[in-house]
């Protein structure tokens, strides 16, 4: 499984954007990146999975670059209820397989 | 929007003691799942279960834990004898068994478990 690293805190002003990288230099050909947000004494929350380029739902956008080795979460316009841990996990995606979560990053985001 | 459902929300226990941690899983979802986090530390994976058995299981996952799906909704964590360091948040989870693109995993709002 490919490790990655993220950075351990990031602050924040509601209203902006916030990017949030990870790094997972030994990605293989067949993982797809997956971002969980897990907010105090909650259960993990998917947000958001891609393989390459760009990915964008209603919560967030994934940057991916041509080489895959690292990603970028980006959350538009953050708010204080964005105030959370957020996970990068890098596998293979397959149905009934474990999650790896690392340290995540935990965002604090100031009105 | 359905969701996993976990009781109790706080189960307090002396060392030695027997506890079973409930949760009650998406319906149509196939897969299960337990997961722990120690206060301050990450989320660590447990064990998985499908078609009424375990599918793979962590280190810490040793034979004081076993699973069980008693019927059709419920999917429980039992600990026979539980440890100090056992005192945790325990999330269930569940996913569902056809291809939704991102097999995504939904998780239950934890058992606090607290050992004395």
């Known amino acids: 499984l490919a490790k990655t690293t993220q950075p351990i805190s990031m602050d924040s002003y509601e209203g902006q954007e916030v990017n949030i990288t990870c790094s997972h230099n030994?990605?293989?050909?067949?993982?797809?990146i997956t971002w969980y947000q897990q907010f105090p004494s909650q259960g993990p929350r998917f947000i958001i999975q891609?393989?390459?380029t760009k990915v964008t739902n209603e919560v967030a956008s994934l940057f991916i670059p041509a080489d895959r080795k690292s990603s970028t979460l980006s959350l538009p316009r953050v708010s204080l209820s964005d105030t959370a841990v957020y996970y990068c996990?890098?596998?293979?995606?397959?149905?009934?397989?474990?999650?790896?979560f690392g340290q995540g990053t935990e965002l604090s985001v100031k009105p | 929007e359905p969701e996993v459902t976990q009781t109790p929300s706080h189960q307090v226990t002396q060392m030695g003691q027997e506890v079973i941690l409930r949760c009650v899983p998406i319906?149509?979802?196939?897969?299960f799942y337990w997961y722990r986090q120690i206060l301050g530390q990450k989320v660590e994976f447990l064990v998985s279960?499908?078609?009424?058995?375990?599918?793979?299981k962590s280190e810490i996952f040793d034979d004081q834990f076993s699973v069980e799906r008693p019927d059709g909704s419920n999917f429980t964590l039992k600990i026979r004898s539980t440890k100090l360091e056992d005192s945790a948040m325990y999330f269930c989870?569940?996913?569902?068994?056809?291809?939704?693109?991102?097999?995504?995993?939904?998780f239950g709002p934890g058992t606090r478990l607290t050992v004395t």
């Open positions: 319906s149509n979802h196939l897969y």
């Open positions: 996990l890098v596998g293979e995606k397959n149905q009934g397989g474990k999650l790896i």
């Open positions: 891609g393989y390459k």
């Open positions: 030994n990605i293989a050909t067949n993982d797809y």
């Open positions: 279960f499908y078609n009424n058995e375990i599918s793979e």
């Open positions: 989870a569940s996913s569902a068994g056809r291809a939704t693109g991102t097999y995504e995993q939904y």
